[in-house]
Antibody, heavy 116, light 109 residues
């Protein structure tokens, strides 16, 4: 059974940092691109970042470029999102999603709240 | 960057009725479009991919159609569990690889 489990969310002050993790199981993690998608409270879905299976291709939304870094460890079946210089508008539930051109599997999400 | 516009924002229907949701792209996305369902407190669930293919385990009452810039998700007869928010998403070989529409809420009338 495919499972994606996010962790690392929490309350952080503006300008602070957080590192999100996504633990994958039930499939060959190293064969798939992965994505982070976020959803602000009461709002729609916003794609944040993508990483290819071997980390050769990495993309970011303009809203997070220069502040967020996506990475993965295929040996540990894990995906990461390092978030620096956090802003109030980064407050959202962050989902990791497997990329089969579309998001065929999603984690349950982890809430990031940026507030003083 | 391709923009996806969904309509209507809210659809008020009764169980058993037919639901028709629209997604329009600002430029052609060929058939590279998906539909997701999201219920409160849950992650999105893939319903339709490549415009018209049902994902694994999705009931036959869900169908997708369209190509180019105009796409439709149809729910032939609404079940109580179908009341949710629906998003379209396009995939691209150029960044950004994923773009979502703003969503359509299907609510009980």
């Amino acid at each position: 059974e495919v499972q994606l489990v996010e962790s690392g969310g929490g309350l952080v002050k503006p300008g602070g940092s957080l590192r999100l993790s996504c633990a994958a199981s039930g499939f060959t993690f190293s064969s798939y691109s992965m994505n982070w998608v976020r959803q602000a409270p009461g709002k729609g879905l916003e794609w944040v970042s993508s990483i290819s299976s071997s980390s050769s291709y990495i993309y970011y939304a303009d809203s997070v470029k220069g502040r967020f870094t996506i990475s993965r460890d295929n040996a540990k079946n894990s995906l990461y999102l390092q978030m620096n210089s956090l802003r109030a508008e980064d407050t959202a539930v962050y989902y990791c999603a497997r990329d089969l051109d579309y998001g065929d599997y999603w984690g349950q999400g982890t809430l990031v709240t940026v507030s003083s | 960057e391709i923009v996806l516009t969904q309509s209507p924002a809210t659809l008020s229907l009764s169980p058993g009725e037919r639901a028709t949701l629209s997604c329009r792209a600002s430029q052609s996305v060929s058939s590279y479009l998906a539909w997701y369902q999201q219920k409160p407190g849950q992650a999105p669930r893939l319903l339709i991919y490549d415009a018209s293919n049902r994902a694994t385990g999705i009931p036959a009452r869900f169908s997708g159609s369209g190509s180019g810039t105009d796409f439709t998700l149809t729910i032939s007869s609404l079940e109580p569990e179908d009341f949710a928010v629906y998003y379209c998403q396009q995939r691209s070989n150029w960044p950004p690889p994923w773009t979502f529409g703003q969503g359509t809420k299907v609510e009980i009338k």
